[in-house]
Structures are given as C-alpha cells and as structure tokens.
C-alpha cells in the first residue's frame, strides 16, 4: 500500500514507485492497462480486488508498467472518459462479488503526458471471506507476498473461522481499553467519575502487518488538551496533568499498529438543591466522542489509513449518575454502570455516523435525544 492518503496520491508520489524500484507484493499491485470488458477481464478484475480484501488490503495502481513486479514506468491508461471507467469499475464490484464489498475507495491521477492513473485502495474487510459471482461464479481469492491465489478447502475453513472471531477482537481490545482507564498497566487512572472510553480502529487491522511512525508529534491528543507524553512499547500515550492521587482527567493511546483508545470523564458531583449529586454532561460525552473520532482520522491517514473503521464507545462508572439538560434539569438516574454503546463499522468518522452512538448514550439516562440538535451541542 502506498502509505499516504489516497487523495494526496499524485503524479510525483507514483513517479517515486518507480525511482525507488518499489516492488508489487502482498499489499500492492502495478497495472499497465484498466479491465477490459470482457467477461473474463471482469473476472480477473474482481479477483484481484477480493484478494485484496480477503487478506490486509492494499492498493492496485493502474497505468504503472512493471518488470518483473517492480515499477518500471508511469505509463497512464487509455480511456476517453476516466471518470466513467471509475464508475465501470465500481458497477463490477457491486454485482460481482458476495458479500458486498465496503469501503473501497478510487482515486484519478493526471498524468503530464495527458493521461490519468487511476488508484484502487481496498481495505481489508470484516466481512470476509469475499467470493466472486460473475456469471454465477462461487470462487474465492487470497492473497501472499507472490500475488493472489484461489483459496481451498482448508484455506477457506480457516478464513471463515477467522472473520467470525473479528467482533470478539475487536471487543477483546476494548475490554483491555476499559482496563487501562481503570489503571492496569498505566501509570495512572483516570479519575473516579463516570468515564468514557472509546477505541477505534481500521477494519482490516486484523489483517494487516502494519506498523506506523507514531511520535509525540503526531500521536493523537486527548480531550481537553494533553501537554504530557509518554512513549511506551505499543505507541505514544498523551495525557494531562497528574494528580497527587495518580489521577488525569483524559489520555490518548496511538498504537503503532494504527489504532486509537481514548478516554476521558464526562462527569462529577455536584450539589443540586442542597444535594450532592453524581452528574454527566451530554455535551462533554458528545464533544469528546467527535474530537476523538476527528483526531484519530485526521492523523492516521497520512500512513494510509483511511478506513472504513470500528469504533466501539462504553460509558464507565454510570449507575447512579443523571444527565444534566435543559435548564439544569436532571434526568431518571442510570441503573448500569459499565455500558457499551455500540460497535459500529463505518466509512468515515463524522457527525452523522456518529450520532447513534450519541442516541445511546441518552438512553442510557432514560431520554431520548432530541431531534436536530447538532452533536456536540451544549443545550
């Protein structure tokens, strides 16, 4: 995969594939000319896209000549009209292969001499294993450091026991976030309110070999500022001020394998009436969760990290809490303590596709999210 944005991708990136003798492999593929339109150019075509997302994911460049697998020229494809071969392309991939692929995203690329290279970044999919079906077909693709392969029988028995096991790893380094907020294997905690934790990660990280240069320059900040860093054996942790009590309001942890946990307090105890009350503020949980989100995209893409993503948010600590909306007024007290919101796979990390993890989070406190009111908003 070339490790940088797919929209960033120019004529100077692919010349340098071809200065630096880059070779194709498990994760990226040269193609001097586009699919034909036959039936068994089809067929080739979606093949080489499934192997992709059957294993880690990688990019297909076309218009790039190769010798012997390693770049030889940028060459450019002929076509009258790129932006209709994109849409020829992507027509292919939605009847032609079982299940449907997500997240595979194209990019054009001008070329001086007039032409265009055209760039197909697949993920690694938790969907898979993908099988092609053109004209009624029923093969299965992989793929190794030598290219793509048909999967056999013991291929293809240990792919399926492979995606089934994808959401229980997820949830299993989601479960060690929400041990590291509590202080397991840090050097703090944070502090005894209720908490939000949230890890997100790339869909085919299972998939994938990857390691990225994370720094203290580029690692992901908390909420609410960090102004401390760590670098530890996994990535680069963020945090704020530590209290005398080994506390901190808020961490990040970029891992070098390209994921994110975050956690942060949402609430505290208040005096309400002459009470004092534990208390959560919607606006903290929804301010957090699209910081976090924005953040953890906004610095991963340059390694080529685009997606789509798994994110799973779990509110800590909530049983006896209320919600504070309105004018002031709290809501019914929650009766759970440790809640996961939700594990969602999406294509881009924003407001809307974030707005069900924020519905569920109201209704963790008895009430539901009023209609229009923009994420993150204080009333």
Request: aromatic content about 6%.
């Amino acid at each position: 995969m070339i490790e940088m944005p797919i929209d960033a991708i120019d004529e100077a990136a692919l010349q340098r594939l071809v200065d630096d003798q880059i070779s194709e492999g498990r994760s990226l593929e040269f193609k001097r000319d586009l699919p034909g339109g036959g039936d068994e150019a089809s067929r080739e075509f979606l093949a080489d896209v499934t192997s992709f997302a059957n294993a880690q994911g990688g990019d297909i460049v076309y218009g790039i000549d190769e010798a012997n697998g390693v770049a030889a020229a940028v060459t450019g494809v002929e076509a009258d009209d790129p932006d209709a071969a994109i849409l020829r392309l992507e027509g292919k991939l939605q009847t032609g292969v079982d299940p449907r692929l997500i997240g595979v995203r194209t990019s054009r690329v001008p070329l001086a001499n007039g032409r265009s290279a055209l760039v197909l970044r697949i993920p690694g999919s938790l969907s898979a294993p993908h099988r092609v079906t053109f004209r009624n077909g029923a093969r299965f693709y992989g793929r190794n450091s030598r290219g793509k392969y048909e999967l056999d029988v013991h291929d293809l028995r240990h792919a399926f026991t492979g995606a089934a096991q994808l959401p229980q790893q997820f949830r299993q380094l989601h479960a060690e976030a929400i041990a590291a907020s509590q202080g397991v294997d840090m050097p703090f905690a944070l502090d005894a309110f209720p908490t939000t934790v949230v890890s997100i990660a790339p869909l085919g990280l299972f998939r994938e070999e990857r390691q990225i240069a994370v720094t203290r320059d580029n690692a992901v900040v908390p909420v609410r500022g960090g102004g401390y860093a760590l670098d530890t054996i996994e990535g680069v942790l963020q945090h704020g001020p530590v209290d005398k009590d080994g506390r901190v309001e808020a961490y990040a942890m970029t891992f070098r394998t390209g994921r994110v946990d975050a956690a942060f307090v949402i609430g505290g105890v208040r005096d309400v009436y002459g009470v004092e009350r534990r208390l959560v503020w919607p606006g903290h949980f929804e301010q957090g969760l699209l910081a976090m989100a924005s953040a953890t995209q906004m610095q991963l893409r340059p390694h080529g990290i685009d997606g789509p993503w798994v994110i799973l948010v779990s509110v800590c600590g909530a049983k006896g809490s209320g919600m504070i909306v309105g004018d002031g007024y709290p809501t019914p007290l929650a009766f759970r303590n440790d809640v996961l919101l939700g594990q969602h796979v999406v294509e881009r990390l924003d407001a809307p596709t974030l707005m069900p993890i924020a519905e569920a989070f109201w209704l963790l406190f008895g009430s539901h999210r009023p209609n229009g009111r923009a994420l993150g908003a204080e009333r």
